[in-house]
């Protein structure tokens, strides 16, 4: 596996993404020449470092869901493997070009882990199709959800875990799509994530050592953490945040999945962890993903305008 140089201890901006696949997967867009992933001057805030996921306005498709968000001026779309079941993915990726929208991850990959070797074989598989679908719109990367199995200890699960990504790494390095390990919400380690910190995001990164392995850092899992400002620093200087992703912890939740709050609802710094991976080198999309019933029953038109405006004031 290609290693990561260990030489520097500067702060590394991450290397543009390319965005072709594989033989092994067709991509029309294929071409001698890469393209870029866009990045973007620390503390800008501009509408075109926004990107949305097509789970924060849940009820369009993803038809529905380029359209609106070009028509508003959005810069980026994260796309959920949901709506992307039964398309022609050649014909998304030329919606998105058409629509000046830029693809920024396909969610979610990961879920590595099980009791048995066929449980995490199909996982495995799982995962590949999850890297083609990304290289087949053109998405530079993955988010992966690692995954947990009750029963197992946090320590086997996260070891189930590595093999997963590292028995994936040879197909995501040849279609140029990287792999987020997403750090969840301790609430979530029963069964979603044994990866539960910062800490233990960039422990595993640091172990693998893969140029296509790295951190999508999610406000909503890791606001609490005392050593959160480190953490991200830590991993700014391995260049390893590949992705940022913005919400809000509303005090009096009724759901502890579904009932996320848009930026400025709750009581994250939602601007001062964007100073933070900014700060440490990140140049990428400030992506808004929410999980709301609340939301997902209103005008989804009007919802998008709240998007925008909780982004502009509170990110």
């Known amino acids: 596996m290609t290693k990561k140089s260990s030489s520097s201890t500067q702060i590394t901006m991450r290397k543009p993404f390319r965005t072709t696949a594989p033989d092994a997967c067709p991509n029309p867009l294929k071409s001698d020449s ?82 048995d070797r066929a449980t995490r074989d199909l996982a495995v598989d799982d995962n590949l199709r999850a890297i083609d679908e990304a290289a087949g719109i053109g998405a530079p990367m993955v988010v992966l959800v690692c995954g947990a199995t009750p029963g197992i200890s946090i320590c086997e699960n996260i070891e189930q875990i590595r093999d997963g990504i590292e028995r994936t790494l040879d197909h995501a390095s040849a279609a140029g799509v990287r792999l987020a390990i997403e750090p969840l919400h301790p609430m979530y380690a029963d069964c979603r994530s044994a990866v539960a910190t910062m800490k233990s995001a960039n422990d595993l990164c640091e172990a693998i050592d893969h140029s296509h392995v790295g951190v999508a850092v999610d406000v909503f899992h890791v606001w609490w953490d005392p050593d959160l400002e480190r953490e991200i620093s830590r991993c700014g200087a391995a260049g390893n945040i590949l992705g940022f992703h913005v919400c809000d912890w509303k005090l009096d939740m009724a759901d502890m999945l579904n009932d996320r709050g848009l930026m400025g609802e709750g009581i994250i710094d939602v601007k001062g962890i964007g100073a933070l991976v900014d700060r440490a080198g990140f140049d990428g999309f400030y992506e808004v993903e929410v999980f709301s019933t609340k939301w997902w029953a209103m005008d989804q038109d009007a919802y998008l305008k709240k998007i925008v405006e909780a982004y502009r004031e509170h990110c």
Request: avoid cysteine; charge should be positive.
């Open 34 to 115: 890469p393209s870029v992933f866009p990045t973007f001057a620390a503390g800008e805030r501009g509408l075109k470092r926004l990107a949305v996921h097509t789970i924060t306005t849940k009820p369009w498709d993803i038809h529905t869901a380029i359209t609106r968000f070009s028509a508003v001026g959005i810069g980026g779309i994260s796309i959920w493997r949901d709506t992307l079941s039964g398309k022609n993915l050649a014909g998304v990726r030329m919606e998105l070009i058409d629509a000046d929208l830029q693809p920024v991850a396909v969610v979610r990959g990961g879920f590595y882990t099980g009791i």
